[in-house]
Nanobody
């Protein structure tokens, strides 16, 4: 079973920044996609950003609500993905979950972290 561990959440004022990290317990060669989702109270979980490996290279995808403010990146050697969040707004308050997908020993996996709370408030 692939383990996924997030860190970096916390309380920040509007306009501030936070950086989330997520480490997966597999080699980068076993990862197809890494991403971040979030779930606010009373709402469904939504995609925030993903980074995918493909034949044409690396591709990134962002929710419209975070474009220009959030940046997803990764350290392939450490199988770690980051989410740099700038210009945070109160509506960014949510539990942020890391998701990692790939293939290990011929079997597909789709693993989630336990979530990390991000609160944007003055």
């Amino acid at each position: 079973q692939v383990q996924v561990v997030e860190s970096g959440g916390g309380l920040v004022q509007p306009g501030g920044s936070l950086r989330l990290s997520c480490a997966a317990s597999v080699r980068f060669s076993n990862i197809n996609r890494m991403g971040w989702y979030r779930q606010a109270p009373g709402k469904e979980r939504e995609l925030v950003a993903t980074i995918t490996s493909g034949e044409s290279g690396e591709s990134r995808n962002y929710a419209d609500s975070v474009k220009g403010r959030f940046t997803i990146s990764r350290d392939n050697a450490k199988s770690t993905v980051f989410l740099q969040m700038n210009s945070l707004k109160p509506e960014d308050t949510a539990v942020y979950y890391c998701n990692v997908r790939g293939i290990v020993w011929g079997s597909q996996y789709d693993s989630w972290g336990q979530g990390t709370q991000v609160t944007v408030s003055s």
